[in-house]
Each structure stands twice: as structure tokens, then as C-alpha cells.
């Protein structure tokens, strides 16, 4: 190859990774070389790999088919920031559906961005102003991407963090596995101070650095496998008993007045999943036209709090049944809620 021939190729497969068939001499007059040489160029990517297929005749041309294995893609400037920004977007306000791969993709991406990109991803970042979630608890994406990293090359980590009653403490850990659950992120680590196994609110981590010393990665308590084992699966497992263990139980019992898909679309998984019954004495509320609506039971360790402002979400007419914690804070609720409506103006 000739010094200009990386170069070209990088290019060549920019373009035919763009959904679209490139006729040949299109895509020769793009790089400004012969047909001959496009046709060159198109069997040294086959060669490694990227599977480009070829149409016959007049109309005929390249194009890039899924293949068996995910070839590197090339991004170019514009590409690259607008992923960027949106990840940050997404892992930085805990977006449901945006878990650690998401976060491992953008600790990629932005380790490889240049400079003058990294430049313009914060910038639009600074410039965007989220539309709150109303729990306070943002995280800055970088902060992500520092433990990510730090994760996936099983480097040790410093951090402050606030616990909390507000104590602040520095902390050295073997991170093991972020945890997203919808609304927040946890890390999954063993503090060596402490000689334990913690999970760490990310959005009370500040200050995070890799120190560069490489540790073997321990079995989480009552799993077998250490990162080679069940890995994302044993950390999801542990965060979930010792979120048990912190948070009391609420048995869930709360009758909707809407179809259960209706119910479904706006509660979070994370409640349970209704099932279509009669009104809570039988009746239908909504009359013979509205359809029945559903009936929640599950349990959760989830605040009160949350709960509440997340069964209001759901738009509809609800009845709770249980458990009397939660009735009683509905009550207060609504009577502060109506307060706040007959102030005067």
C-alpha cells in the first residue's frame, strides 16, 4: 500500500457505511481515483473482513450487508459528537433502558475523540439544560466513564463520597460492575478499607481517579465466578439483596382505573406488572364503554416517596389498598397538595 492508501480506505468505508448503494465511479470521483482502483480498495476491505457486496450492470454499485461479526465503524466528526452528546445525555440522567453498555460504548468513544471533538461534545453538553426528573439526581457523565473504565480494565479507585446523613469520606475500591436501575446508578465494589463489598450511589461519587494499580477481580459473596463468571449477572444480584437489606418492604396492593397497557406504558417495571380486574367492589368506574382497569400487587424496596409521585404519573384514577404506610403518606400528600392549591395569590 501506498502512505495515502490507509487514508483512502478509512474514507471508502466511511461511505459505503452509510446506508446506500455507491455506484463505482461515484464513489472513484469522492476519493478522486480510477474505478480500477475503487475496485482495488473494495477487496482489501473484504479482506478484512467488512462484507461489501457487489451488483452487476449499468445501475450496479457497492454496498455495505451485515455481516457475522461487528466490523470497527469509522464516524466521521459530525457522527462522532452527535453520539457522544447523546450518550452523555442518556448515562448522565439515568434515561430507563440506558445501562452499562451504554456507558462502556461512550468511555470508548470519547477516549479515542480528538481533542477539538471532545471540545465541542462539552460544549453542547454545558449548553443543554436537562428537563429535571424532580429526585435531585444527575451525574456527570464523566464520572461514569471514569468508573466504567476503571471496571472493565480492573484498575483500582479513588473517590469522595457522600453518604446519606451528608458524611464525606474517601474511599479506595476494586470496582467491580455498574448497576443501572432506571433512575440512579450504583457501583458495585470492594472497599479495601473496609475490607468489604459496598454499593456506592454514583450521583454521591465526586472527584473519581484511576490509580493505575491492576487487582484481580474477588468473587461477590454467595457467587461462585469472579469477572470471568456470571459478571453483570452476579453484581445485579448482589445489589438486589443488599438493597433488600436496606429498605423495608412494601407489599404493594393499588387498583387502577385504566386499561392494564395503559398502566403499563407509565409504571416503571421495577413496581410489578398489573393485572386487568373489575374496581375495587366489583365495579366499573370508567361505565360500560371504558374497559376494566387493573390491579397491582407486588413488592418493592423502594421509597414511599417514590412510590407515591410515581403511582400519580400514571395519569389515571387509583385506589391503594396497601400497605397502610402508603396510604397514610397519600394522605398527607394530598392534603398538603390541596393546601398549596387554596393558597393565597
Not at 10 to 26: C, M
Not at 106 to 111: I, R, S, V, Y
Request: charged letters at 25%; aromatic letters at 6%; one cysteine or more.
Amino acid at each position: 500500500m501506498t502512505d495515502t492508501t490507509p487514508a483512502r480506505l478509512l474514507k471508502l468505508l466511511s461511505l459505503l457505511q452509510t446506508p446506500r448503494e455507491w455506484p463505482g465511479g461515484e464513489l472513484a470521483e469522492r476519493l478522486d481515483v480510477t474505478p480500477r482502483t475503487i475496485r482495488r480498495d473494495i477487496d482489501r476491505l473484504r479482506e478484512l473482513g467488512y462484507p461489501v457486496e457487489a451488483s452487476r450492470g449499468s445501475a450496479g454499485g457497492y454496498r455495505l450487508v451485515a455481516g457475522a461479526a461487528l466490523p470497527p465503524l469509522v464516524l466521521d466528526d459530525e457522527e462522532a459528537v452527535a453520539i457522544a452528546v447523546g450518550l452523555r445525555a442518556g448515562a448522565g440522567h439515568a434515561i430507563e433502558g440506558v445501562d452499562e453498555a451504554s456507558v462502556r460504548a461512550l468511555a470508548k468513544l470519547e477516549q479515542v475523540l480528538p481533542a477539538r471533538l471532545r471540545h465541542r461534545v462539552s460544549s453542547l453538553q454545558n449548553a443543554t439544560v436537562p428537563l429535571a426528573r424532580g429526585d435531585g439526581s444527575t451525574i456527570d457523565p464523566r464520572t461514569l466513564t471514569t468508573l466504567a473504565s476503571a471496571a472493565t480494565g480492573q484498575e483500582r479507585l479513588r473517590f469522595a463520597y457522600r453518604s446519606g446523613d451528608g458524611t464525606e469520606t474517601r474511599r479506595q475500591v476494586e470496582p467491580y460492575r455498574l448497576v443501572s436501575t432506571g433512575r440512579r446508578w450504583y457501583l458495585v465494589a470492594y472497599d479495601l478499607l473496609r475490607e468489604d463489598w459496598r454499593t456506592f450511589r454514583v450521583d454521591r461519587v465526586s472527584e473519581p481517579f484511576a490509580t493505575g494499580a491492576r487487582f484481580t477481580p474477588r468473587p461477590l459473596p454467595g457467587e461462585s465466578g469472579g469477572a470471568d463468571g456470571g459478571g453483570a449477572e452476579d453484581a445485579a444480584r448482589y445489589f438486589a439483596r443488599s438493597m433488600a437489606g436496606r429498605q423495608p418492604e412494601l407489599r404493594l396492593d393499588v387498583w387502577f382505573a385504566a386499561p392494564t397497557e395503559f398502566v403499563v406504558a407509565r409504571l416503571p417495571p421495577t413496581l410489578g406488572v398489573p393485572e386487568p380486574v373489575p374496581g375495587p367492589d366489583g365495579e366499573n368506574p370508567g361505565g360500560e364503554d371504558s374497559g376494566s382497569g387493573c390491579r397491582l400487587r407486588s413488592s418493592c424496596t423502594d421509597s414511599l416517596e417514590w412510590v407515591a409521585l410515581r403511582l400519580a404519573l400514571v395519569d389515571c384514577e387509583f385506589t391503594v389498598q396497601g400497605p397502610p404506610e402508603l396510604v397514610e403518606h397519600l394522605e398527607r400528600l394530598g392534603a398538603r397538595l390541596t393546601r398549596a392549591a387554596g393558597a393565597p395569590r
